[in-house]
Every structure is written in structure tokens, then in C-alpha cells.
């Protein structure tokens, strides 16, 4: 029968090749070394000048000598079958196969003389030994793979099996592959944390507040201003799968259609339906709005806002009638307004003193815009006249009446005025059947106009009773016109008319010029004189509603195509009123300016070398140059700043990860979202809208700069500003060749220690052992023992003996 033998040091073996797993370098040469210390230690198979008999002296070397009833046989050994003297041939042991002789879940191994047994993998012998012979109730059961710490790595649950394992991802994590169950001894495959990564993008749409990729994360929506979302949900989730589920927000365009109706009123100038967009009214002649300006704005809801204001109907009286001059007769209507046009009737009724019967009555028709009309009547000298006004358009008024006595002749001509521009008046009896020539001596000047300068004179014969003369006048001009008569006796006059407005448009073909210019014609020609317009300018934002720029000037000049170039504010919606002095026919044009690069805000600088960089502190800046929409935190590496251009970047994906030369953009955040003082820690591992800070590489450069954008009618600008320093030194090539040497240097140090130690326990066994036999006898005897000794260590027999000894 034949035994285990046990190493000391390592574990089981067999008089088979000697078995360990994992054996290499030192552990080599230990076990080499306890083969020799276990053979010097071994006792002799006989005791020294033992008698050997023949029969004995011809065993084969795997067969022993024993004695049955006095005689002496060969035996072959224990794993060997043979005669025992000529032959001794290995047993093989596993020709039944491993269940048969070793058991369930195992591998038979022959050896020579013997055989060891294995547990297949994922079984484990309940010797709790690699190899085992089943002679001492030694099996193999299920090994429970599990009880091993991170089998399935991080993020991963083992679920044990007979003779195997399963590896399964836990909530929130995903295998590599996308396989489960996995291996990672067999496939490498481990589970990795679910990331969504960055979340859709909203058409017109954006991300509000910071949110987490992980699994379950949530990402909340909101529509871009001037846009609504049409639907009830704004929100997405990260998904167990690693995906983002589809946003069902949806961003309409905000558009109010068309402005609403005021009754009595009609729109002025162009109009827009976007939202902040505001359009304005004004009141059809004989209405007027007595509460202020008639607007209506576009809301955010999409409607236009009700404006509680309307038009409602003049009630126009004649007041304030006085007599002038004898024959002239000025009024004011009250209320009125300048560019309204009305038409009197004037009754007039003369009777002499003398006289019951009329002498003199006339009809006559007067159309003025102007709210203290005047007329100078032809009326005879010596005569009481009642005269009777009232107004026949745009609606009939109540009349009234003013008496006029006439004085005697007294040289002077009884001149009136009819049709603005138009002189009347009435000849003496007798002197009808004679011509007579008129001198008129006409000079115009106008009070808001000083080098405004209108002179002409000319003559006018006629037999007529009652003569008429038409003056070319200019329009909005104060003139004073002296008649004399060239007879004698003479008579002469002097009449002061203040013609309107002209009725007619002086402003044409208005153009836009370099988004802030206006150029236009002017249609009346008045020889070379010059025309004052006069400025009314609105500005308006939508995005900025406490913005409200109200600006008037006048301009001069004698040009035919008058130029002017206006200072408006960038990123602004104007209404530009011109109207000719002359005329008093205003001219309303829209115009938009473009947006222009944002102000920088108020940041404070910070340079840092080596230590942690302290909190950024980024403070709102102002709509001053349009609508600031975002603010992003570009980290660029130190060495590019010189070569950035912050204009240059196009899209969100200006930077790459592929090269440690680019950039990335750390954080962006809305112009809505952000407070007065926004604070932001560089690489805190956050996603500040679709970006991630991440954290920054050890032992480099960087730059930190600001960027900030304004967009606005599908214009965009930006401005950028250096906000933070980050400097850090390296290893130098020296300072690494250093580390790694010494490395090598500790790593042969370590091995040439092991070497030397087992070098000497092998020396210090063997000087015991041989002392110890030379000791038992004299110097022959010494040198016979060594001899054996090494015979010994020679034969087959004893090298088997060497691994088993027989019972």
C-alpha cells in the first residue's frame, strides 16, 4: 500500500512527477532543495553490512524482497505488476476511467507506481488539497465561486451554479457588451455605470437647471422666448437601456396674427406678429382718442393685448368770433385738429342806413384746416352787415352770427381773403367804367424758418367790380401784402395771410440706407429755398421691456434728395415719423438694428500656479448691445490663447477630445437662468447644460475664458474675455529616468536576498548530515558510507523510495 507523502512546505505529492501549479523562480529552486533534504534525511533501506541473500540480490528494482514460511520472494511494488524479478511494469490505475477511481467531477492523472486525482474546475476537493488519492474518503464538491470578493468586478452580482458561476450587472449598471450572463475570466466583460450621456436637443428649446446622466436622471425643458411648448410634458429620463427617452416638447413660434380692430381707427406703418411686437393706431378724421396713444402689444400667450382705448367722435363749435381790420371776420373751432380740412358757409347781409331793402347779401364758401380760420370779406363802405357762419363738413354745426359796420371811404381797400391764398374785394361805383392797375408788393417769411425768405411784386389791371387775385404762396408761410392803386385818388391795403400745410405729400421715395440712414425726394419745388423736417423717433425691444427711447429734432435743408444718418441703439425696433414742416403729412418708417458684440461683464481675473483653482463669481451682463442669450466657460489650453478668436467657434462640438492641444467647453448657462452672481467650480464632475466640467489634467497649462452670446433676428455675436490662469509644472525626463531606475535597482536587489537565503539553508543541512555519518565510524568506514550514499541517491529503487514508502 502505498502512502501520501506530504511536502512540508507546498503540498501534495506523489512517487509521480512532483505536482504544483504556479511554480516559478524561487519557488523552483525551494522545491529542489527540499527534494535533497528529504532524501539525505531518508533511513537506509538496510542497515549498513546487512547480508543480502541471492534470491534477494535478483528483485527487480520496483519489486521488494519478503520472507513467507522461511523463504524469500520478490514482490513487485504497489502500482507495479511482474514477477518481481524480471519485470515490473507501471500499473496504469486510470484504464477505469476518473469516476471510477477517483469520483464524480474529477481527472485521473497516472504516475509512475501510482496515480493522483484532480476536482474539475468549478469543484474543489474536500481535502481542501489541489491533487488527492480517494484511499481516505477524499471527494469533490461544488465550489461556490462567489465567496470570492468583486468576482463579477464592480458593479456586478455573482449567482453561483453547480460547477460554474454567473456574473449579472446590478440596477444601474450595464454589461460592456450587452450580454448577460457574462464571464469576465472567460469574456473580460465587465459592468459599466449606466450614462445617458448628453440629453437631446430641443428644436427652440433648452435645458433647464443642472441634472445627472445616471440612471433615472430627469432633464426638465422650457421653449426659447418667443416659443411655447404645445404640449403638456417638458421632460425626459435616462432609461435603464443607457438612452434618453424621446422629449415630447414641442416649441411653437410664438405669433400673434393679425392685430385686432379698432372701430374708427386704421393702423399706422408696417407691423410685425412677433411676439413683443407692437402696433399702432391712429383715429379716422372726426375721431379722436382722448386717453393717449392707441397700441396693442404681442403677448406671450400669443394674442394681441386689449387695449381698453378707442375713438370717439369730435363735436366741433365755432368760438371765439371777432371782427378786424372792418371786414375781416377770425374764429377759432374748438375742438379741431390741423390736418382736418372743414368748410364754412358765410352768409352775408348789408343795409344801409337809408335804405330797409338789402343793399348788398352774398353765399360764400371757405374750406380751412386750420384752427383759427380768417377771412376778410368784400364788403361796401357806410354799411351794417350781418354776417353768419357755420360749418357744412365734416358735419353740420350750429351757426353764429357777428354784425359788421362798415365806415365810409376812406382811401382804403375793403380786401378779403378766400380759398388760403385767394384776394377779393369790391370797387368804387364810379370809377367802373375805367381801368384800373393794382400794385402788389408781396413778402413771406416763416417764424420757425429765419433764413426762410419769400419776396415778389407785381401788377393787376382790371375793370371788374368785384377783382380777384390768386397768390403762388408758399405753404406754412406768414406773408404781408401791400395793394396800393397807381389812379389817383389812391387807394391801397395791407393784408397778412398765414397760409396751411401744404395739402400735398412733400416726402417721397424714402429709402433705408446702412440699416441707419434715410434718404428721401422732395416733390414741391420752391426755387432754392430750404425745408425743415421735423423727427419724432420710437425705440422698442421686445426682450427689454423697461427700454423706452423717445428722441425729436429738426433737420434743414435745400437739398432735392435730402440724406440723414440717426443714432439708434443696437438690437432695437424704431418708428422714424418725418414730417415736412410745409406739409404737415407725416411719413412713418420701421426700421430694426442689428445686435452688436455684448459688454463684457464685471469678472475679476484670477492667475493660479499649482493649487486648486478657488470658485469662479460670474456677474449678469446688460442688454446694452442686444439680448444676451447664453454664457459659456471655455477651457483652452495656455499656449492657444494667443491664436483663439472668439468667433471662431461655430457649433457645440468645436472641441474634440482627440488631441491634448483642443479645448472643451466646461459649462453654458442661459442668460434667463442665471442669477445676479453666478458661481461655478471648474472640474466639480456637474453637466452644466449639455456640457460637462470636467475636471482639469494634473501638471498642465490652461487658460479659462469667458465667453458671452447674443442672438436676435438670426443675427449672432459674441464676446470673449480671459477670466482665469492655471499653471502647473511636471517631472522633468531626469527626475523620471531617477524614479525607474531605482525601481530596477530594488526589484535585483530583492531577488539576489531570496537566492542567498536558500542557498544557505541548503549548505547548513547538508554539513549536518554528513558530520552525523561520518561520526558512526572510522575514515574507511566515512568514505564507504559516501559512496553508498551517492550509489544510492542514484538507483531508480531509491528515487522512488524517495516519494513512498511501503507499510
Same mark, same amino acid.
Given at each position: ?237 435616462? %432609461? ?217 411784386? #407785381? ?6 367790380? #368785384? ?137 475679476? #481675473? ?48 468645436? #472641441? ?127 568514505? %564507504? ?23
Amino acid at each position: 500500500m502505498v502512502r501520501e507523502g506530504r511536502d512540508p512546505w507546498r503540498g501534495v505529492y506523489s512517487n509521480g512527477p512532483f505536482l504544483l501549479q504556479g511554480q516559478q523562480g524561487c519557488f523552483s529552486l525551494l522545491l529542489l532543495l527540499q527534494l535533497l533534504l528529504v532524501q539525505l534525511l531518508r533511513p537506509a533501506g538496510r542497515a549498513l553490512g546487512a547480508p543480502v541473500s541471492g534470491v534477494c540480490a535478483t528483485c527487480h528494482v520496483h519489486a521488494t524482497c519478503q520472507q513467507r514460511d522461511g523463504k524469500e520472494s520478490c514482490i513487485c511494488n504497489y502500482g507495479f505488476v511482474g514477477n518481481g524479478i524480471t519485470q515490473c511494469h507501471d500499473k496504469d490505475e486510470c484504464q477505469y476511467g476518473a469516476t471510477v477511481v477517483c469520483g464524480n467531477k474529477t481527472s485521473c492523472h497516472n504516475t509512475l507506481g501510482g496515480f493522483y486525482c484532480v476536482c474539475l474546475e468549478g469543484y474543489r476537493a474536500t481535502n481542501n488539497n489541489k491533487t488527492f488519492i480517494p484511499n481516505d474518503g477524499t471527494f469533490c464538491t461544488d465550489l461556490n465561486e462567489c465567496e470570492v470578493p468583486d468576482t463579477c468586478g464592480p458593479g456586478g452580482q455573482c449567482i453561483n451554479t453547480p460547477g460554474s458561476y454567473e456574473c449579472y450587472c446590478k440596477n444601474g449598471y450595464l454589461p460592456q457588451n450587452g450580454i448577460q450572463p457574462f464571464y469576465p475570466t472567460r469574456d473580460g466583460t465587465l459592468c459599466k455605470e449606466i450614462d445617458c450621456g448628453t440629453p437631446p436637443e430641443i428644436p427652440n428649446g433648452y435645458i433647464i437647471g443642472k441634472y445627472t446622466s445616471r440612471l433615472g436622471g430627469q432633464v426638465n425643458y422650457a421653449c426659447k422666448e418667443g416659443f411655447y411648448n404645445d404640449q403638456k410634458e417638458s421632460m425626459t429620463t435616462c %432609461t435603464a437601456d443607457g438612452t434618453w427617452e424621446t422629449p415630447k416638447i414641442h416649441c411653437q413660434e410664438i405669433k400673434c396674427g393679425s392685430p385686432p380692430v379698432i372701430q374708427h381707427a386704421i393702423l399706422v406703418g408696417n407691423y410685425s406678429s412677433n411676439l413683443g411686437s407692437i402696433v399702432y393706431y391712429t383715429c379716422v378724421d372726426g375721431f379722436e382718442s382722448t386717453g393717449g396713444n392707441l397700441t396693442s402689444l404681442c403677448t406671450a400667450e400669443g394674442i394681441w393685448k386689449k387695449n381698453t382705448l378707442h375713438c370717439t367722435e369730435k363735436k366741433t363749435s365755432i368760438t371765439n368770433v371777432f371782427v378786424f381790420n372792418d371786414t375781416c371776420v377770425k374764429w377759432r373751432v374748438s375742438p379741431g385738429r390741423e390736418d382736418l380740412k372743414m368748410a364754412y358757409l358765410i352768409h352775408i347781409q348789408g343795409q344801409q342806413r337809408d335804405r330797409t331793402e338789402f343793399v348788398h347779401e352774398d353765399l360764400l364758401n371757405f374750406t380751412t384746416s386750420s384752427q383759427e380760420p380768417e377771412v376778410c370779406l368784400h364788403l361796401d363802405q357806410g354799411t351794417n352787415y350781418t354776417v353768419t357762419i357755420r360749418i357744412t363738413f365734416p358735419r353740420l354745426s350750429v351757426p353764429v352770427t357777428v354784425r359788421i359796420q362798415t365806415a365810409d371811404d376812406d382811401g382804403s381797400l375793403n380786401v378779403s381773403i378766400f380759398n388760403e391764398t385767394c384776394l377779393k374785394w369790391k370797387r368804387n361805383p364810379r370809377d367802373i367804367a375805367e381801368k384800373q392797375i393794382y400794385q402788389f408788393q408781396v413778402l413771406g417769411q416763416r417764424q420757425y424758418q429765419n433764413n426762410f425768405y419769400h419776396e415778389t411784386s #407785381f401788377n393787376f389791371t382790371t375793370r371788374e367790380r #368785384f377783382p380777384e387775385v390768386c397768390l403762388d404762396l408758399y405753404p406754412r408761410t406768414y406773408y404781408t401784402i401791400n395793394i396800393t392803386t397807381m389812379a389817383f385818388p389812391k387807394h391801397s391795403a395791407h393784408i397778412i395771410i398765414a397760409t396751411p400745410r401744404s395739402v400735398k405729400q412733400i416726402i417721397s421715395n424714402i429709402s433705408v440706407l446702412n440699416e441707419t440712414c434715410l434718404r428721401w425726394k422732395r416733390n414741391m419745388k420752391m426755387d432754392d429755398s430750404e425745408e425743415m423736417y421735423l423727427f419724432h423717433i420710437w425705440g422698442r425691444r421686445g426682450y427689454q421691456k423697461e427700454f423706452d427711447q423717445e428722441v425729436s429734432f429738426n433737420l434743414t435743408t435745400g437739398s432735392w434728395a435730402p440724406e440723414v444718418c440717426l443714432e439708434l441703439y443696437p438690437g432695437t425696433n424704431y418708428t422714424v415719423n418725418i414730417t415736412a414742416a410745409s406739409s404737415g403729412l407725416p411719413v412713418v418708417v420701421s426700421l430694426m438694428t442689428q445686435i452688436t458684440e455684448p459688454p463684457i461683464p464685471n469678472i475679476e #481675473f484670477i492667475a493660479v500656479q499649482g493649487d486648486p483653482l478657488p470658485a469662479l463669481s460670474l456677474r449678469k451682463a446688460e442688454d446694452r448691445n442686444g439680448p444676451i442669450s447664453s454664457y459659456q466657460v471655455l477651457v483652452l489650453p495656455l499656449a492657444l490663447q494667443s491664436k483663439f478668436l472668439c468667433d471662431s467657434i461655430q457649433n457645440t462640438t468645436f #472641441f474634440t477630445n482627440d488631441s491634448s492641444t483642443k479645448g472643451y467647453v466646461a459649462a453654458e448657462f442661459l442668460a434667463k437662468d442665471i442669477t445676479d452672481v453666478q458661481e461655478i467650480s471648474l472640474g466639480d464632475r456637474l453637466y452644466y447644460g449639455k456640457f460637462y466640467n470636467a475636471p482639469l489634467k494634473p501638471r498642465s497649462d490652461y487658460c479659462i475664458i469667458l465667453r458671452i452670446t447674443s442672438e436676435w433676428n438670426q443675427v449672432r455675436r459674441q464676446s470673449c474675455v480671459v477670466w482665469a490662469e492655471v499653471k502647473d509644472s511636471s517631472f522633468s525626463l531626469l527626475q523620471m529616468m531617477g524614479v525607474g531606475l531605482g525601481s530596477v535597482v530594488a526589484v535585483v536587489i530583492l531577488v539576489l536576498l531570496s537566492f542567498s537565503v536558500v542557498w544557505f539553508l541548503f549548505q547548513d543541512h547538508k554539513g549536518k548530515r554528513q558530520s552525523s555519518l561520518v561520526s558512526q565510524g572510522g575514515p574507511r568506514e566515512r568514505s %564507504t558510507i559516501k559512496k553508498k550514499k551517492k550509489k544510492e541517491l542514484q538507483t531508480p529503487s531509491e528515487k522512488k523510495a524517495f516519494f513512498y514508502t511501503p507499510t
